[in-house]
């Protein structure tokens, strides 16, 4: 085992996938990592931001003896580095007198050699760790590893302003290890890299930064680790959404650590970037939570269309059942488009015809309506049929219903409650319209790395060319009651992304009385939104933790 590390460092990157609260599988985890490491020739393994625990941990930090369990994991996996191999760096919840503490402990020959505190929990967006964390007490100070001063500073230290990679550089550090829970949103790895530069160039040190792998209830992890040398060039770039250890090499010239090799791993296009972070979030939300195969609605339209390619890519044809719920509205073209989309795909296709439960509902109501025209209450009868043999197979089967509403739809409210909202997991959630035709025309040309399904048109191209419907009544098409898709599209990121005024809005060419109605009808869905489906987190803003709007709310933007 290479001891001789004083002048070459060989880094293991552990980038991971825990699960959040299994701390004897992210134990175990680590150890074969560790082990993988060692066989590598690897000095030190860094694992992500509170690894032994999963990230985040949330409330789960309240709790004592969630946070005993994961110091006992700890210190079994201090004492393996008894053994000559490599030293650890790893991230675990610690309570001390000054607090719980979002902490890193590095460990080697046995033993604790330094505990490190989280000092700037973030408590915006997504992130709420000011609610369970206490911050480090004390600016840290590097940690002398077999005659190499490094530094840590986690995650959160090197976005906010307390300086800690100058601190640490001012104190000796030689070499900083960065831990990250860092959550996707579409060109993240650019911004990363941008705060990670900015840090290099204020404190002169190399930055290795890890990041987290795989899907915790909304967010994404994406790994995409990287390092960054003094110089600011790119030292090394691990692959996003794959779970991976990669052991590089660092050597101490007369200008400090350099890194010699590593692995340069190809960063995904836009398009591919969210795709996977939707199919990681959907196989890891499923497996995590136990379910054996998924069921949805596929109607011939392309939510449902997208759902089922990314519930096969994520999980295998063979653990996705399809049903077409046809009614007395439902086109030929949708029969077929369904029918061809789920055989492209080689998954189960039934077909469970709705006229009886729709006739029986209305003739058990047709008393209590008798005067009353048909609308919108029928429409959303249709719905909720359709709602409730879902939730029967999956009461049956054991398979998880996944709900397609995008976040066009969402944001608007266009989905009936307890009706096509049924469901467990979204894996649309953030995509807005245009982006789910955007994603599906890739899809048709491209597999991804990891996606388990086919090649091919796997969404047959009628689904992307037709005009958008419902189908709940003759004739209908969502245009009848939203502005076109490129439009709405459009407003909605503008309010809720980029939380505009209406002027603003205007100002950008659009028609004044129709920013005014979408405004409202995001405020007037707030409502349904509270009681969707969680689903993937792909924007920077998504309707998650991330929007925290009251659903009382008589506010009304009128300049
Ligand atoms: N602030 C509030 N707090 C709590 N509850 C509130 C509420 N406002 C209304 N409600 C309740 O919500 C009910 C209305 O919501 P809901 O029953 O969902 O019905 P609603 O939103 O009126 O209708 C569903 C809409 O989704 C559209 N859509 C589009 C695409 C597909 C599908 C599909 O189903 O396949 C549907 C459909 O065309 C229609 O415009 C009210 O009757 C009221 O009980
Ligand atoms: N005939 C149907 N058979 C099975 N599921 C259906 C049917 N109609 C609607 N659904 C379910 O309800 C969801 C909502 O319908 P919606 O019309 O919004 O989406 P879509 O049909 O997938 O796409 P599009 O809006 O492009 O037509 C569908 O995605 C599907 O899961
Ligand atoms: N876990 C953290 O502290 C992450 C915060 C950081 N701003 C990020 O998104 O990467």
Not at 135 to 161: H, K, Q, S, Y
Request: charged share 25%; aromatic share 8%; proline share 6%.
């Amino acid at each position: 085992m290479s001891r001789k590390a004083k002048d070459l460092l060989r880094i293991a990157v552990a980038q991971l996938n825990p699960t959040v609260g299994d701390i004897a599988g992210n134990l175990a985890k680590a150890r074969e990592a560790r082990a993988d490491a060692a066989r590598q020739g690897a000095d030190i393994v860094l694992f992500t931001e509170l690894f032994i625990a999963g990230y985040p941990p949330e409330d789960l930090v309240l709790k004592p003896a969630f946070i005993s369990a994961c110091e006992r994991a700890t210190l079994d996996f201090v004492k393996d580095t008894a053994d000559g191999g490599p030293g650890v760096v790893i991230g675990t919840p610690l309570k001390r007198k000054s607090g719980v503490h979002n902490a890193v402990v590095v460990a080697d020959g046995g033993k604790v050699l330094a505990e490190r505190f989280k000092l700037d929990l973030p408590n915006y967006g997504e992130f709420d760790e000011k609610r369970v964390f206490q911050a480090g007490p004390d600016m840290p100070g590097p940690i002398n590893f077999r005659g190499v001063r490094i530094g840590v500073p986690i995650c959160e230290d090197i976005w906010g302003d307390l300086e800690v990679c100058e601190t640490l550089a001012e104190s000796g550090a030689e070499i900083l290890l960065v831990p990250n829970g860092s959550p996707y949103y579409r060109g993240k790895v650019d911004i990363r890299q941008q705060v990670v530069i900015r840090q290099v160039i204020e404190s002169g040190l190399p930055i290795l930064y890890a990041n987290q792998l795989g899907g915790q209830d909304e967010l994404v992890f994406d790994g995409a680790s990287f390092a960054i040398q003094a110089d600011k060039s790119l030292a090394f770039q691990m692959s996003q959404f794959e779970e991976t250890l990669a052991v590089t090499e660092w050597k101490r010239g007369p200008e400090g650590w350099s890194c010699v090799d590593g692995p340069m791993s190809r960063i995904p296009e836009k398009e591919e970037a969210d795709y996977r972070a939707c199919m990681l979030g959907l196989r890891d939300y499923v497996n995590k939570n136990g379910f054996k195969n998924v069921v949805l609605g596929l109607s011939g339209g392309i939510d449902s269309a997208i759902c089922a390619a990314l519930a096969v890519d994520a999980l295998g044809e063979e653990r996705l059942r399809a049903v077409m719920m046809p009614y007395k509205y439902t086109s030929k073209d949708s029969l077929k488009d369904a029918e061809d989309c789920a055989r492209a795909l080689g998954c189960r296709y039934d077909i469970v015809p709705i006229a009886e439960p729709v006739e029986g509902f209305s003739h058990a109501l047709s008393q209590l309506f008798e005067g009353t025209g048909e609308g919108i209450t029928e429409e959303n009868l249709q719905s909720r049929a359709r709602g409730t043999i879902l939730m029967a197979i999956s009461n049956k089967f054991g398979s998880m219903v996944v709900t397609t509403g995008n976040k066009s739809e969402m944001s608007v409210g266009y989905a009936t409650l307890y009706g096509d909202m049924n469901g467990g997991f979204n894996p649309i959630k953030d995509l807005y319209k245009m982006q789910v035709y955007a994603l599906s025309a890739w899809r048709n040309t491209t597999v991804p790395p990891g996606a388990l399904g086919p090649s091919g048109e796997v969404i047959p191209q009628n689904i992307i060319d037709k005009a958008p419907s419902a189908e709940l009544r003759s004739n209908q098409t969502d245009q009848d009651s939203l502005p076109p898709y490129p439009v709405l599209d459009d407003i909605l990121e503008c309010l809720v992304e980029n939380e505009m005024g209406v002027d603003e809005i205007v100002a950008r060419g659009h028609d004044r009385e129709t920013v005014h109605r979408v405004e409202h009808l995001l405020y007037i869905a707030e409502y349904k939104r509270r009681q969707a489906a969680p689903g993937v987190k792909i924007t920077r803003k998504n309707f998650g933790r991330d929007r925290r709007y009251p659903i009382t709310n008589r506010f009304r933007d009128r300049g």
